[in-house]
């Protein structure tokens, strides 16, 4: 390979005057500024979710966050819960999202994975047989339950105004609040409308209405679903909806009138109609988040 001095000879050299000394950038780079902002490395492993609850506890308002928060506490393990409320935040897009001492940061399949994979503490049903049907609960719980409490929350019309609007929102100043809120409505609109053709207010509390009697049936009178001696993490799937449905506040307001409050509290009767599920769900909420 023929170099630069073999083709044009030697390159001349410059011999830089006293006061241009420093063009020469013998010390590369000449000055170093500190970080303009270096987050600081977590000393509790943090869930952020959305909080805090209606009567200003720990607890999520939030069936999806409060589902997770649940499950690492019956797997016994020791986190600290921190309010975000903006899930654009999150990796993922979405709440809840765990950040580890270690610098991880997981979102709720992730969380899952982590307590199996990593912290060795998965709470499962034992049995086979009885952990499919488990599954088939949980199934059944996050497909009608969940779509009668969406439709509560954020369909219920003096439930949106007065309840579930605030909630997420009120950190937002308006109009940006409800801007968002309509955009959460649309969502959750779509949510629903992927297994079903038209939203029928009566079929939705039915599905309901049929999946609390078989919630019921199954519990019976044992503390926790499938007789386990222990909650496990159909308890904490269950356990969040009952708690997100009689955690809400009822309406009082005289600017409405009794039958919009008796619509706004349907979802809540219907769950106050088995005396088992509303024992278990106080009895999990007094053990694990008083």
């Known amino acids: 390979m023929t170099t630069p001095s073999a083709r044009f000879g030697e390159l001349p050299t410059l011999d830089l005057p ?88 997981y979102d709720s399949q ?12 998965e709470k499962e049903i034992t049995p086979h047989q009885e952990r499919e049907q488990s599954k088939a609960f949980m199934a059944l719980c996050e497909s009608k339950l969940r779509s009668a409490l ?44 992927v297994d079903r053709d038209i939203l029928v207010r009566e079929e939705i509390y039915e599905d309901a209405s049929q999946t609390l009697e078989a919630l019921s049936i199954k519990l019976g009178d044992h503390d926790y679903f499938f007789n386990s001696s222990e909650p496990t993490m159909v308890d904490a799937v269950i356990f969040s909806h009952l708690h997100c449905i009689l955690s809400m506040p009822m309406i009082i307001s005289n600017q409405y009138t009794d039958e919009q409050k008796r619509q706004a509290s349907t979802l809540h009767q219907l769950v106050r109609k088995y005396d088992n599920l509303v024992n278990y769900a106080k009895r999990i909420y007094e053990q694990y988040l008083k």
């Not at 897009?93 to 765990?98: H, M, R």
């Not at 949106?160 to 649309?186: D, M, S, W």
């Open 18 to 105: 006293s006061f241009l000394q420093f063009l020469k950038l013998k010390n590369f780079p000449y000055i170093t500024y500190p970080s303009v902002h270096e987050p600081q490395r977590a000393i509790n492993d943090t869930l952020f979710i959305y909080g805090p609850g209606y009567d200003k506890s720990q607890t999520s308002f939030d069936v999806d966050c409060l589902k997770i928060q649940m499950y690492l506490k019956f797997c016994g393990i020791e986190f600290i819960t921190e309010d975000i409320n903006e899930p654009a935040s999150s990796p993922s897009g979405k709440l809840p999202f765990l950040a580890t001492v270690t610098g991880a940061v």
């Open 150 to 193: 969406l439709f509560s929350m954020w369909l219920e019309p003096v439930n949106a105004k007065e309840i579930t609007h605030k909630a997420y929102f009120r950190h937002n100043p308006n109009p940006l609040g409800l801007v968002l809120a309509h955009q959460k409505e649309t969502d959750i609109v779509n949510q629903l409308l």
């Open 110 to 121: 992730q969380i899952l994975d982590w307590v199996k994979n990593t912290m060795h503490k």
